[in-house]
C-alpha cells in the first residue's frame, strides 16, 4: 500500500497525490493517480487507456510508469515517476532563459513527442501544466490522459478516446481540427508545440479569446492568423524581454526571420501545411540553433549566403587572410619601410585573425557541425606558423590555441608537440602572461592523457606563478586553483584539493563570473561523489547547471560537463531515474557538439552502462561498454586508464554473467594497465584488485582473494576513509570469502561494517545495500538464526523486486534465501510454496 502525503492536482481523469510505499521499504515519493468512487465509466475507460499508453512509454523525458492495477474497490490506480519540477513557462522565467536556451528546451518536448508518435501516440494535451522541469532542466511530458492511440489495440476503449468533447481539450493550445471535432493525427502535437514556443518566446499566446463560448474559440483559433512573434513582442512591455534576457527592439530582431517562419508553420491551420512529424519541427529548431538554413524558409541564394557567412565567420576571414599573406610576401611588402611599425600592426591584425580561425574548431564554436574542424587545424599548423618565426610572442600564444583545441578535441598526439614547443618558447621570453597560458595547456594536456604527475607539476607551478604576479582575487588565479585540485582529487588527496576549490569558488561569486562558478561548482561535485558525500555532490552539481545556464545561450561544453557530473552523481545516490534523465540530456548535447570519436562521449557512454549493470540490465549495460571500449581503443590505442576503466566494467558485466573466466581475464588487464599509468594506492588501482579478487573469489581461490580483499580495505581505510562507500564495499567483500571459508561470525561483524557505512551515504533502496544486506543474513543462517536472517531479508528483497526483473541473479538469490530461512525456523509449508516460486 501507499501513504498519501498530499494532493497535487485533480482533473477529468481523475485525482493525482503525492505518495509514498507505506511499509516504508522503498524511500521514494511518487505520483498515485486514481479515479474517484463516483467517477463515470467514460471516465474510467480513458484512465485504463492511459495505464495501457504509459506502460508502452520509457523516455528520459516521459513521466515513468511504476506500477498500475485495481485496488480492493474496483477503482484503477497507478503509480509513476514523481517529478520534482514547475511548469515549462514558469521554469523559463524564473531561470531567466535566453531565446536559445528556450528553443533548446523545447528540443527535449520533441524529443518525447517523437518517441511517443514512433509509438503510435498522440499526446493532444500538450500544455505547460503537463510540462514539467526539474531544477537541473530535465523536462518531463506528463498526464497523458486524453492521448490517442493511432492503432487502437483490440478491445480497447476506442470509442471513449476519440469522443470530441470540448473538456478533453485546452483551447489555448488545441489544433484548429481538434477545436472542430475532427480526426487527429500527430499534427495536432505539432501544433501545440507551436503555441508553446510562440508562448515561451514571446511572453504571450498566438491568440487572446474574449469568450469562452466554442462558437467564438473555434472562430479565433479555424479563422484568425497570428502575429509573427517578431511583430507580437514590438509592442510589449519591457518585463517580458527582460525574462529572456534582451529589451523590446532586440528580442524582436533575434525572433525575426528564421523563428518566425518555423513558428508560423507549425501553426499553419491545415495539417497538411504544418511540419510533417514533430521530428521535421526539431530538425529545424537544430538548424536554427547551429545556424544554418532552416526548411520552413524558402532557401534563396541571399539567405543561403548569409547563414553560410554567420556559420563560418572565423574559417571564412581565416581563407582571406590566406590568400592576403601569401600576395603580400610575392610583393615584397614585408621589407618596405617603416618596417617595424607595419610588423607591429601585421602581428596584431594575424593574431586577431588567426585566433578565428583555430577557436572555429573548438567544439564550443563549431557545435559539432563543422565536420572539417581538424583539415582547419592542421591547415593552420601547415601555412600559418611557418610564417611567424619572426614573432615568437605571436606564435607561442598560436601553438597554445592550436594545441589546446586539438586537446579538446581528443588529439592528444597531435597536441603533444604544439604545447611542448609553446612551453619551451615560453620560458625564453619576458612574459609571464605566455607562461602561465603555456602551463595551463601543458596541464590540460597532462591530464587528458592520464599523466598525472607530469600534469600537476605544471598546475602546481602555473598556481605558484599566479599568485606570484597576480596575488589579487581574479578568475584566473581561482581557475589555477581548481585546476590543481583536478589533479589532487584524481590522485586521492581529497581535503587540499576541496580546500582549493572552495577558495576559486568563493573568487569566482565575489567576481559574478557565471561561466567560471559553474566550472567550480562542477569540480566540487566530482570530488564530492569521489570520497562518497553523494548529497553534497548533487547539492554541488545543481549549482553547476544553475550557473551554466545563467552564462550561455546554448549548447556549451561547460554545461554539458556539469550534467554529465549531476548525472554520475545522482546514479552513485542511486538515484536512477533523474539519472537517466540527466545523463541522456549530457549525451545529446555532448553528439551536438562533439565528434562521435571523443573521450568525452566514452565516459558517458561508460558511466551510463555501470548504471545499467547496477539495474540489473545487463545486456544494455554490455553494449554501452562495449561501445565505450571501442571508442577508447580508438583515440588512446590500448593501454590508457581509460581503456582499463571499460574494461573493469565490461568484466563486471561477465562476473553477474557468471561468466568468471572471463571476468578473470579482463580484470587482470584492467589492473595491469591501472598499475602502469597510476600510483600504487589510487583509488583506480584499489578498484582493480578488489575486483580481482571478488572474481577470485567466486572461482573457489579463497585463501587469495581473502589476501586481496584485506589489502584493499587498508589501503581504502588509508586513502579514502571509514564512511567511503568503496570502504563499505570493501568491508562486505571480505565478510563474503570468509562465509565461504567456513568463518560466518568474522563474516557477519564484516557485513554490518558495510551496512553501516552504506547507510550513512546511501538512498535506503540502493542495491549496494540490499546485496550487504542480503549477504548478512547468509551469514546468520550459518550461525542457525533463521529469525533473524527472515528480518534482514525483509529489507533486502524489496528493493530487488522494485529494481531488477523476477529472473536478475540477486532477486532470485534473495527469493531463495527467504525459502531457506523459512524451512530453518520450522515454515515448511511456506518454504516450499517460495522456492517453487523461485524455480
Same mark, same amino acid.
Given at each position: 500500500?501507499?501513504?498519501? $502525503? ?13 505518495? #509514498? ?42 513521466? #515513468?510508469? +511504476? ?14 515517476e514523481y517529478v520534482d519540477g514547475v511548469p515549462i513557462d514558469q521554469f523559463a522565467d524564473r531561470e531567466g532563459l535566453t531565446i536559445e536556451q528556450r528553443v533548446g528546451l523545447i528540443r527535449q518536448l520533441t524529443d518525447a513527442l517523437a518517441y511517443a508518435h514512433r509509438n503510435l501516440i498522440v499526446h493532444r494535451d500538450v500544455k505547460p501544466s503537463n510540462i514539467l522541469v526539474t531544477d537541473e532542466g530535465v523536462l518531463k511530458l506528463l498526464d497523458f490522459g486524453v492521448a490517442k492511440l493511432l492503432t487502437p489495440e483490440p478491445g480497447a476503449a476506442g470509442a471513449a478516446l476519440t469522443r470530441p468533447g ?6 489555448? =493550445?488545441? &489544433? ?30 498566438? =491568440?487572446?479569446?474574449? *469568450? ?21 513582442? @514590438? ?41 510533417? *512529424? ?21 532557401? @534563396?541564394?541571399? =539567405? ?49 585573425? %588567426?585566433?578565428? $580561425?583555430?577557436?572555429? !574548431? ?66 625564453? $621570453? ?19 592523457? /592520464? ?17 606570484? &604576479? ?23 588527496? =581529497? ?40 548529497? /553534497? ?14 552564462? @550561455? ?9 556539469? %550534467? ?44 551510463? /552502462? ?17 561501445? !565505450? ?26 562476473? +553477474? ?28 588501482? %584499489?578498484? /582493480? ?79 549496494? %545495500? ?70
Open positions: 500500500g501507499y501513504e498519501i $502525503l498530499g494532493r497535487l492536482g485533480q482533473g477529468g481523469m481523475g485525482t493525482v497525490y503525492l505518495a #509514498r510505499r507505506s511499509d516504508d521499504e522503498l524511500d521514494r515519493n511518487v505520483a498515485l493517480k486514481v479515479v474517484g468512487r463516483t467517477g463515470e465509466e467514460p471516465a474510467r475507460a480513458r484512465f485504463r487507456a492511459e495505464q495501457r499508453i504509459l506502460s508502452r512509454l520509457e523516455h528520459p523525458n516521459v513521466a #515513468r510508469l +511504476y506500477e498500475a492495477g485495481i485496488d480492493d474497490r474496483g477503482v484503477p490506480f497507478f503509480v509513476m470540448a473538456a478533453l481539450l485546452t483551447p489555448e =493550445y488545441a &489544433s484548429p481540427e481538434q477545436i472542430r471535432g475532427e480526426p487527429v493525427t500527430t499534427a495536432a502535437d505539432v501544433y501545440a508545440a507551436g503555441v508553446l514556443l510562440y508562448e515561451l518566446l514571446t511572453g504571450v499566446r498566438p =491568440y487572446e479569446f474574449t *469568450s469562452r463560448s466554442p462558437v467564438h474559440i473555434e472562430e479565433v483559433v479555424s479563422g484568425t492568423q497570428p502575429k509573427r512573434p517578431s511583430a507580437a513582442v @514590438t509592442g510589449a512591455g519591457a518585463s517580458a524581454a527582460e525574462a529572456r534576457r534582451s529589451v523590446p527592439s532586440r528580442l524582436a530582431r533575434a525572433l525575426s526571420g528564421d523563428l518566425d517562419w518555423i513558428l508560423l508553420k507549425a501553426l499553419r491551420k491545415e495539417p497538411e501545411a504544418r511540419y510533417g *512529424s514533430v521530428q521535421a519541427l526539431s530538425e529545424d529548431l537544430d538548424r536554427y540553433l547551429r545556424g544554418e538554413p532552416v526548411l520552413a524558409r524558402r532557401p @534563396t541564394l541571399w =539567405y543561403l549566403g548569409r547563414r553560410f557567412v554567420t556559420r563560418n565567420r572565423g574559417p571564412v576571414a581565416a581563407v582571406g587572410l590566406i590568400v592576403v599573406s601569401l600576395a603580400a610576401g610575392l610583393a615584397g611588402t614585408w621589407w618596405q619601410a617603416n618596417r617595424a611599425t607595419r610588423e607591429a600592426e601585421q602581428s596584431r591584425r594575424v593574431k586577431e585573425m %588567426l585566433v578565428g $580561425l583555430f577557436e572555429a !574548431a573548438d567544439p564550443d564554436v563549431a557545435r559539432g557541425r563543422d565536420l572539417t574542424a581538424l583539415e582547419l587545424l592542421d591547415q593552420g599548423q601547415r601555412v600559418l606558423l611557418a610564417g611567424l618565426q619572426d614573432e615568437p610572442a605571436v606564435r607561442t600564444e598560436l601553438l597554445n590555441i592550436l594545441g589546446g583545441v586539438y586537446t579538446k578535441l581528443g588529439e592528444y598526439d597531435e597536441a603533444e608537440p604544439l604545447v611542448d614547443s609553446a612551453l619551451a618558447a615560453a620560458e625564453t $621570453l619576458d612574459d609571464d602572461e605566455l607562461l602561465l597560458s603555456s602551463l595551463a595547456a601543458m596541464a590540460d594536456l597532462r591530464y587528458g592523457q /592520464g599523466r598525472y604527475e607530469d600534469g600537476e607539476a605544471a598546475a602546481r607551478r602555473r598556481l605558484e606563478l599566479q599568485r606570484a &604576479s597576480d596575488p589579487g582575487p581574479s578568475t584566473a588565479l581561482a581557475a589555477a586553483m581548481t585546476d590543481l585540485a583536478t589533479f589532487l582529487s584524481s590522485t586521492g588527496r =581529497y581535503d587540499e584539493a576541496e580546500g582549493l576549490i572552495l577558495e576559486a569558488l568563493e573568487m569566482d561569486r565575489a567576481l559574478d563570473a557565471a561561466e567560471k562558478e559553474g566550472q567550480d561548482w562542477n569540480s566540487l561535485s566530482i570530488l564530492r561523489a569521489r570520497t562518497g558525500n553523494y548529497d /553534497g555532490a548533487i547539492e554541488a552539481g545543481r549549482a553547476a547547471v544553475r550557473a551554466h545556464r545563467r552564462h @550561455t545561450a546554448s549548447d556549451d561544453t561547460g554545461l554539458a560537463t556539469a %550534467l554529465a557530473s549531476l548525472a554520475w552523481a545522482l546514479d552513485l545516490k542511486g538515484e536512477f531515474s533523474t539519472a537517466d534523465s540527466v545523463y541522456h540530456e549530457a549525451l545529446a548535447m555532448r553528439r551536438r557538439i562533439l565528434s562521435e570519436d571523443h573521450p568525452h562521449i566514452a565516459i558517458l557512454l561508460n558511466n551510463m /552502462g555501470s548504471m545499467r549493470q547496477k539495474e540489473g540490465r545487463l545486456e544494455e549495460a554490455r553494449g554501452l561498454h562495449e561501445e !565505450a571500449l571501442a571508442l577508447r581503443r580508438r583515440i588512446f590505442g590500448n593501454d590508457h586508464e581509460q581503456v582499463a576503466g571499460s574494461l573493469n566494467n565490461l568484466a563486471i558485466v561477465d562476473y +553477474y554473467e557468471q561468466n568468471y573466466d572471463g571476468a578473470a581475464a579482463a580484470f587482470r588487464e584492467a589492473l595491469r594497465i591501472f598499475r602502469l599509468n597510476l600510483p600504487a594506492d589510487h583509488p583506480n588501482v %584499489l578498484t /582493480g584488485t578488489n575486483n580481482l579478487a571478488a572474481v577470485l573469489r567466486a572461482q573457489g581461490n579463497l585463501d587469495e582473494a581473502e589476501t586481496l580483499f584485506r589489502t584493499t580495505l587498508e589501503d581504502r581505510l588509508r586513502v579514502l576513509g571509514p564512511d567511503h562507500h568503496d570502504t563499505g564495499g570493501a568491508h562486505n567483500n571480505l565478510g563474503g570469502v570468509l562465509r565461504l571459508q567456513g568463518r560466518p561470525a568474522e563474516a557477519a561483524a564484516a557485513h554490518r561494517n558495510a551496512i553501516a557505512v552504506f547507510e550513512a551515504v546511501l538512498t535506503p533502496d540502493h542495491p549496494d %545495500l540490499a546485496d550487504a544486506r542480503l549477504s548478512l543474513a547468509k551469514a546468520m543462517l550459518d550461525l542457525g538464526q533463521p529469525n533473524e536472517a527472515l528480518s534482514i531479508l525483509e529489507q533486502a528483497c524489496p528493493v530487488y523486486d522494485q529494481r531488477y526483473e523476477a529472473d536478475h541473479p540477486s532477486a532470485a538469490g534473495c527469493r531463495s534465501a527467504i525459502g531457506v530461512a523459512m524451512a530453518d525456523a520450522g515454515r515448511s509449508g511456506e518454504a516450499l510454496e517460495v522456492l517453487r516460486e523461485t524455480v
